[in-house]
């Protein structure tokens, strides 16, 4: 293996993606060395418009396009459309994420590019897919989030049904048209030939909640919001203490005999009600009432402590700034600098997972509206 060679190096994608889910899976790739051409229309994408932002500049547009290049191409233009299949003739991934049909009206179908190039992986992302009855919806995070069942999983059992607190529809369809893309290069690898990758936020989203569909599907079974306790085990959730919050895990037998030593209810072991991780679930009050005496006198600092230290998983809760400026984020470099004109030095996200012979950061800052413009046509000979 050739030493400092990122995964992607020599792949080509053509993106005609904006906002998150498809911005997202080509910002993956570019981490892993993909040259990532950003189509953009004369305005821009939407993101580019769309705060936080710091100097003039959207910081999710940063996170988000990060490490690839822009050209602007007007696609009613017969010149720039022209341009556009050029580059769609010497590219290995397509991946676009218009409503069900634009791409066609166009010219710009997997059918028509996979004519010229027959080794072409062509992906759509969309909010439904590429057929079904709701496939001319259009469709948000939360639309998504409302749609599959998750906001109805998430929130207190008497309260309201609460949005996740992040983009969870997008995350998870832009990682699944990645791996999509991936595997597709991959089949090509061995026979040549190209695919087409049809991703739905949908369908993203409902197969990240396996226990849900599990409950569902298997077991026929109608699954409720659970709060900040675990919807199957105990003690599997969030619990007070005399100052703050702490998350704690017990999933088999031997944990829970840890866990009831801890907190000094030896007996709660051989209490007929707590004979089961099923049991324990049925009977979680109990728990949540032992586990409230035990702590009312500890941070959750010292109660996360005394767990750990008996090895039952536990943690504080962190927020969101906390966790991203942990030593553990550090050290797995979910993160780092890159050099932007107006922004100067600034952190971005990082892909997470890591490759032998492949050096992470190294990246490129999200680019500038048609930065790259008359370097990409002079790539193609203009």
Not at 98 to 121: E, Y
């Amino acid at each position: 293996m050739t030493k400092d060679r990122k995964p992607l190096d020599g792949i080509r994608v053509l993106d005609f993606t904006r906002v998150l889910a498809g911005p997202y899976a080509t910002a993956l790739m570019a981490d892993l060395g993909a040259d990532v051409i950003k189509v953009e229309a004369p305005g821009g994408d939407e993101y580019r418009h769309i705060g936080p932002f710091r100097d003039g500049e959207s910081a999710l547009f940063q996170t988000a396009n990060r490490g690839k290049r822009s050209i602007v191409l007007d696609l009613r233009s017969s010149n720039d459309l022209a341009l556009a299949r050029d580059l769609a003739g010497r590219a290995d991934v397509v991946v676009e994420n218009f409503r069900p049909g634009v791409m066609a009206k166009l010219g710009l179908d997997a059918a028509s590019l996979q004519a010229a190039n027959p080794g072409l992986v062509y992906a759509s992302v969309s909010g439904f897919g590429q057929g079904g009855p709701h496939a001319a919806r259009p469709a948000y995070d939360i639309i998504v989030q409302a749609m599959s069942g998750l906001m109805d999983l998430t929130g207190e059992p008497a309260g309201q049904p609460t949005m996740v607190g992040e983009a969870m529809a997008d995350v998870a369809g832009g990682l699944f048209a990645a791996w999509g893309i991936m595997v597709a290069l991959f089949d090509r690898s061995r026979t040549g030939q190209g695919r087409v990758v049809d991703l739905a936020l949908f369908d993203a989203l409902l197969s990240m909640m396996p226990s849900a569909g599990a409950r569902v599907l298997v077991c026929d079974a109608d699954p409720a919001r659970s709060g900040n306790r675990h919807a199957l085990s105990a003690p599997f959730g969030v619990y007070p203490a005399a100052q703050g919050h702490f998350a704690v895990a017990v999933l088999n037998d031997r944990l829970f005999t840890a866990f009831c030593a801890v907190i000094g209810q030896p007996a709660l072991r051989d209490d007929p009600r707590m004979a089961s991780d099923e049991s324990r679930r049925a009977h979680e009050p109990v728990l949540a009432e032992a586990i409230a005496a035990w702590a009312e006198g500890l941070t959750a600092a010292q109660a996360v402590a005394a767990l750990s230290a008996a090895g039952v998983p536990a943690s504080e809760l962190a927020s969101a700034r906390e966790a991203w400026r942990s030593d553990q984020a550090q050290a797995r470099g979910l993160s780092s600098p890159v050099d932007h004109p107006v922004l100067g030095q600034v952190s971005l996200p990082e892909q997470p997972v890591h490759f032998s012979g492949s050096p992470r950061g190294m990246r490129r800052a999200a680019p500038g509206l048609n930065e790259h413009g008359a370097e990409i046509r002079a790539e193609l000979g203009m």
